[in-house]
């Protein structure tokens, strides 16, 4: 992490804690997750304490407070997704990936979510890479869509 | 600034403007019980042990953060609220260990003198327990978050009393918990000896870390006939 960059994001906002979320999002986008140092730069710049920091940064999913891969592979496992066999989905990705639901690879290729609603259950089962849903998966598509990724 | 006539559990009461529901009634000698109100602290209706069933109302209303108005009909131990009463404790009792026999706070827990005086026995539902590690590097403070019951008295005790905000929740649902800084062990950096925390803390989940020889000082807890 480049304590530099956290500066720059830090320095476009007003420095009032109001800012906070979207200071957050933006480390978040530039970094892909959120360190602990960025959290602790933006404590003492926006003289925020640590622990109301890592309060909204803990609670929203869409920041991350561990390392997250280039790819970010979301699994729908909402109730239409479900009853169309997603389970199977996510265990096929968690068996080609080698890890389990939350974790990262090694390589830091990929991170594997589980989300409740995509928002597109006529499609399900959904699978989000990134930012391209791949609808009707079944467990045999799964390599082939991972594979374009790599 | 004037006087406020209010009806509480039948009876005609007064209390001025800007009071609350629970200062009016225990001034006029209705207990209510609370959890996570102290009058140091401002109120914030976390636990809802201190609900109220308010005439016009739809719903139950926590007492320790609702000011009176002109007219307000109050029934504080109606059976509507006593029901809610207990389902929050036993919610309560049934994520918090069940080792009351063995545990610190024995007679002093305020979980427990509420549960007792309320009648909730043991909880009906089987739910998951936080195991959490006892936190003991800080010769100041030994945090015991299984304990932790969420009343969040540390964390307004740490700010508006101590002025230091070293505690706050995190985390969400039933992973949410009190942390300290970025969810670190609390330990003597980040916290010194002011003790306000573990004054106010209705479990053991904040206590004193014990000296050799101190255990058995104080009152026995069973008196002997």
């Given at each position: 992490?480049e304590?530099v960059k956290v500066?720059e994001i830090?320095?476009?906002?007003?420095?009032?804690?109001?800012?906070?979320?979207?200071?957050?999002?933006?480390?978040?986008?530039e970094?892909?997750?959120?360190?602990?140092?960025?959290?602790?730069?933006?404590?003492?710049?926006?003289?925020?304490?640590?622990?109301?920091?890592?309060?909204?940064?803990?609670?929203?999913?869409?920041?991350?407070?561990?390392?997250?891969?280039?790819?970010?592979?979301?699994?729908?496992?909402?109730?239409?997704?479900?009853?169309?066999?997603?389970?199977?989905?996510?265990?096929?990705?968690?068996?080609?990936?080698?890890?389990?639901?939350?974790?990262?690879?090694?390589?830091?290729?990929?991170?594997?979510?589980?989300?409740?609603?995509?928002?597109?259950?006529?499609?399900?089962?959904?699978?989000?890479?990134?930012?391209?849903?791949?609808?009707?998966?079944?467990?045999?598509?799964?390599?082939?869509?991972?594979?374009?990724?790599? | 600034?004037?006087?406020?006539?209010?009806?509480?559990?039948?009876?005609?009461?007064?209390?001025?403007?800007?009071?609350?529901?629970?200062?009016?009634?225990?001034?006029?000698?209705?207990?209510?019980?609370?959890?996570?109100?102290?009058?140091?602290?401002?109120?914030?209706?976390?636990?809802?042990?201190?609900?109220?069933?308010?005439?016009?109302?739809?719903?139950?209303?926590?007492?320790?953060?609702?000011?009176?108005?002109?007219?307000?009909?109050?029934?504080?131990?109606?059976?509507?609220?006593?029901?809610?009463?207990?389902?929050?404790?036993?919610?309560?009792?049934?994520?918090?260990?069940?080792?009351?026999?063995?545990?610190?706070?024995?007679?002093?827990?305020?979980?427990?003198?509420?549960?007792?005086?309320?009648?909730?026995?043991?909880?009906?539902?089987?739910?998951?327990?936080?195991?959490?590690?006892?936190?003991?590097?800080?010769?100041?403070?030994?945090?015991?978050?299984?304990?932790?019951?969420?009343?969040?008295?540390?964390?307004?005790?740490?700010?508006?009393?101590?002025?230091?905000?070293?505690?706050?929740?995190?985390?969400?649902?039933?992973?949410?918990?009190?942390?300290?800084?970025?969810?670190?062990?609390?330990?003597?950096?980040?916290?010194?000896?002011?003790?306000?925390?573990?004054?106010?803390?209705?479990?053991?989940?904040?206590?004193?870390?014990?000296?050799?020889?101190?255990?058995?000082?104080?009152?026995?807890?069973?008196?002997?006939?």
């Open positions: 992490m304590p500066d830090i320095d476009k906002y007003p420095a009032q804690s109001s800012v906070l979320i979207q200071l957050l999002l933006d480390i978040q986008g970094f892909s997750w959120i360190p602990r140092e960025a959290i602790q730069c933006v404590s003492e710049r926006l003289n925020i304490p640590l622990s109301q920091i890592y309060r909204v940064a803990s609670f929203y999913k869409a920041m991350s407070l561990t390392p997250r891969g280039r790819h970010v592979v979301n699994v729908c496992l909402g109730t239409a997704c479900h009853v169309r066999g997603a389970t199977r989905i996510i265990d096929k990705v968690e068996d080609s990936l080698g890890i389990k639901t939350g974790e990262t690879t090694e390589d830091m290729q990929f991170t594997l979510q589980r989300v409740n609603c995509l928002g597109c259950c006529a499609l399900g089962p959904v699978m989000l890479v990134d930012k391209d849903y791949h609808g009707k998966m079944t467990p045999a598509k799964v390599a082939a869509v991972l594979k374009d990724y790599d | 600034m004037g006087d406020i006539t209010l009806t509480i559990n039948d009876a005609p009461v007064t209390g001025q403007d800007g009071m609350t529901i629970l200062e009016v009634a225990r001034e006029n000698g209705v207990d209510i019980p609370t959890m996570c109100y102290l009058k140091e602290l401002s109120p914030i209706g976390a636990c809802r042990l201190c609900v109220v069933e308010v005439e016009g109302s739809r719903n139950l209303v926590g007492s320790c953060h609702t000011p009176i108005t002109e007219g307000m009909v109050i029934q504080t131990h109606s059976p509507r609220v006593v029901t809610a009463r207990r389902m929050v404790v036993e919610l309560m009792m049934a994520n918090h260990p069940d080792n009351c026999l063995v545990c610190d706070a024995a007679n002093q827990c305020e979980l427990r003198q509420v549960a007792a005086d309320l009648d909730v026995g043991l909880p009906s539902f089987k739910l998951k327990k936080h195991y959490y590690p006892i936190e003991d590097i800080s010769p100041y403070l030994v945090r015991d978050l299984g304990k932790c019951i969420l009343c969040q008295r540390c964390i307004r005790a740490c700010d508006e009393i101590a002025k230091q905000k070293v505690f706050n929740l995190a985390y969400r649902g039933f992973d949410c918990k009190v942390i300290v800084d970025l969810d670190q062990p609390v330990d003597k950096e980040v916290c010194r000896d002011c003790d306000v925390c573990v004054s106010v803390c209705p479990t053991v989940a904040l206590r004193k870390p014990k000296k050799q020889g101190e255990e058995k000082k104080g009152p026995p807890l069973i008196l002997s006939q």
